[in-house]
């Protein structure tokens, strides 16, 4: 199947500091990405939708300033935590699909990043 | 708008047995699509099985199947022979139908942790 990969795989970073997380699809090409987001024993949420050459979409509540996302080639979606704070610790998924949407457009999965903010 | 609804934190299954994890949903598109995914513990997310609202058949694929019942809007998925393997999350999603300049977003219940025991 496809396959979307993610970098880093982990990350520890100083709080005030950004963080950049890249989402890739390789063997594909995706014209929409998502960004979800992770805590521990709990369920996807997601937080953006971005489309290739366009600004993303946010859900309800996730802070578009803080949460950079920049979707520039039909292979890569970046996702940019900046100023990044103990609370912002989490495990951050993308995923990324190809066509249109609707019926069994199958949604791959990056294995994630997981976020330490100290 | 969209809901899903996973009512089992956990569940047990001896290895060998059948066991189904439970899956209701709630939409007002006519055209949607359910899916199930697994997360084993190193967070990556893997695609089971994939259910159309238009197909008359229960998907199935190896030892998945998933139990649509579209007037009770639930999707439950059966896994046979339970493996260890198969000791991981679940989560069951769901992405509605295309509505003309929409993006079509895939939310997840809660999940489901399956613990296969020898």
């Known amino acids: 199947g496809a396959v979307v990969s993610q970098h880093p795989s982990w990350v520890i970073c100083k709080s005030g500091t950004s963080v950049k997380i890249e989402c890739r699809s390789l063997?594909?090409?995706?014209?929409?990405m998502f960004w979800y987001r992770q805590f521990p024993k709990q369920s996807l949420m997601l937080m953006a939708t971005?489309?290739?050459?366009?600004?993303?979409?946010?859900e309800q509540g996730v802070e578009k300033d803080k949460f950079l996302i920049n979707h520039a080639s039909l292979t890569l979606s970046t996702l940019t935590v900046t100023s990044a704070h103990p609370e912002d610790s989490s495990f951050y998924i993308c995923s990324a699909r190809s066509g249109l949407a609707g019926g069994q457009v199958t949604q791959y999965f990056g294995p994630g990043t997981r976020l330490t903010v100290l | 708008a969209q809901k899903i609804t996973q009512t089992q934190p956990g569940m047990f299954v001896q290895e060998k047995e059948a066991v189904t994890l439970d899956c209701t949903y709630d939409?007002?598109?006519?055209?949607?699509?359910l899916f199930w995914y697994k997360q084993p513990s190193s967070g990556e997310m893997i695609f089971l099985i994939y259910q159309g609202s238009y197909d008359e058949q229960n998907a199935t694929e190896g030892r998945y199947s998933l139990n649509f019942q579209k007037a009770r809007k639930s999707a439950n998925l059966v896994i046979s022979a339970s493996q260890l393997g198969d000791s991981a999350m679940y989560f069951c999603?769901?992405?509605?139908?295309?509505?003309?300049?929409?993006?079509?977003?895939?939310?997840f219940g809660t999940g489901t942790l399956l613990a296969v025991q020898p």
């Open positions: 971005s489309n290739e050459g366009s600004k993303a979409t946010y």
């Open positions: 939409t007002s598109d006519q055209s949607y699509g």
């Open positions: 999603a769901m992405r509605g139908g295309w509505r003309g300049g929409a993006t079509n977003k895939l939310i």
């Open positions: 063997d594909f090409q995706a014209t929409t």
